[in-house]
């Protein structure tokens, strides 16, 4: 099964696939979750934010057809004090989900707290301790250090973690 992880955003998209394949004839364990393609896609501040949205859509399109994911594993957002900045961050999922949707996949939602949980263990944990159990639990190249790609990463653990259950 592969899950399509979004961290959204309209500057930074958080953006991962990840693969799990099924033991070999049900014996065994299971196999442990991939990291088969994680970027931070980036937008312009210097594009009209139209553009930026048809952009974000644009990629994630591609991603969808490139590597066939059956869901979309997609953070749901969490109030704070700029309330344009949310704004705008929730048109950027609201393209993200479209184009999951228009493409078939499942979609799945989890807040920034359940991430952590099923990440570390503890729901309030700090960026720090995610950081280190999501090298824990996935292996990624050295050079992987964006938050939002990290994030995406994380996000699709747990859609896989409340998929066992």
């Known amino acids: 099964m592969r899950i399509l992880g979004i961290d959204p955003g309209f500057e930074r998209l958080g953006i991962a696939v990840l693969e799990k394949a099924a033991s070999a004839k049900g014996y065994g364990a299971p196999k442990k979750e991939q990291v088969i ?3 931070c896609f980036k937008t312009s501040a210097k594009l009209d934010f139209a553009q930026r949205l048809n952009l974000i859509g644009e ?5 969808i057809k490139e590597y066939q994911p059956e869901v979309l594993a997609i953070e749901t957002l969490f109030l704070n004090t700029n309330q344009k900045t949310v704004m705008r961050v929730a048109e950027a999922r609201g393209v ?7 493409a078939g996949l ?4 989890a807040s ?3 991430i952590k949980v099923a990440t570390t263990g503890y ?3 700090n960026k720090e301790q ?3 159990m999501i090298k824990i639990l996935v292996e990624i190249e050295k ?3 964006s938050d939002d790609e990290l994030d995406a990463i994380a996000i699709a653990l747990t859609a896989f973690a409340h998929m066992r259950t």
């Open 37 to 39: 393609f994680s970027e």
């Open 59 to 63: 990629e994630i399109k591609k991603i």
């Open 96 to 102: 993200a989900v479209y184009e999951a949707s228009r």
């Open 106 to 109: 499942k979609i799945f939602e």
């Open 112 to 114: 920034p707290p359940q």
């Open 123 to 125: 729901g309030r944990a």
């Open 130 to 132: 995610m950081i280190k």
């Open 143 to 145: 050079n992987k250090t």
